[in-house]
């Protein structure tokens, strides 16, 4: 056999051997799967804990259904006291009820909310406060003008806001709602729907997360729950320990 023979039938012996050592390629993960809460079918008799929003803004706990007031009903938290929070498939939702159906058949599916959503809708089935519609009267008389600056986006050395203001220009509680905020010294930002095309796309899509309507200002984000309208107590109940 010719040496130049030789030389190739070696060449090609090495590069199957070198094909034959190269690590294959990890299979793909599998696709990831967004696991949904189980639904949950509740009945009165059932001894459930029922979390309500009080008047004020502050939520309560009890274990009587009929002792939830009637204009608090349409949105309650439904807890079994005898299930461990970590045997929730998911920690992060809630199950919410229209207490109303479930008090007047007798059962009813709870659907699973982000908190968030849960405390949102809950203050949205109250009376509105000291808000202003978006047509109509525009909400009750303006205050006293706030100081030079106090209306700087974040509030400057206080740090990041804790309250987004969504409003207008003509509406008499947002310009209360500045004031109340900054009379407490809790941060917080203003956003002009009106004139702020992202802010207005930004407060509809919270709005349609949160499954609230956007037809009054001021609407406060409040740590990434809405307030419809202002109002002084249910503000306070929302920020807690920022006051």
Known sequence: ????TWVRLLTLLLLVAAGGCRKSAPPSPPPSQKVEPPKLVVSKDSPLLYTY????GAFATTDKAEDVPQNARRLVRVVDPAKAANDRQ???KVYAVD???????GKAEARPLSREAFETGALAQLPPGESSPMAGPHGPPLPE???AGIDAGALGPLGPPVVIVYGTPWC???KAAKKYLAGKHIPYAYKDIESDPAAARELQAKAARMGVPTDRVP????RGRLLLGFDRARLDAM???AT
């Open 1 to 4: 056999m010719m040496w130049s």
């Open 53 to 56: 929003v009080e008047a004020k």
């Open 90 to 92: 998911d920690p992060t």
């Open 99 to 105: 207490l109303s159906e479930l008090l007047a058949s």
């Open 145 to 147: 003008d706030l100081p």
């Open 172 to 174: 008499g509680a947002c």
């Open 219 to 222: 609407i406060l984000d409040v």
């Open 239 to 241: 920020l807690g320990d």
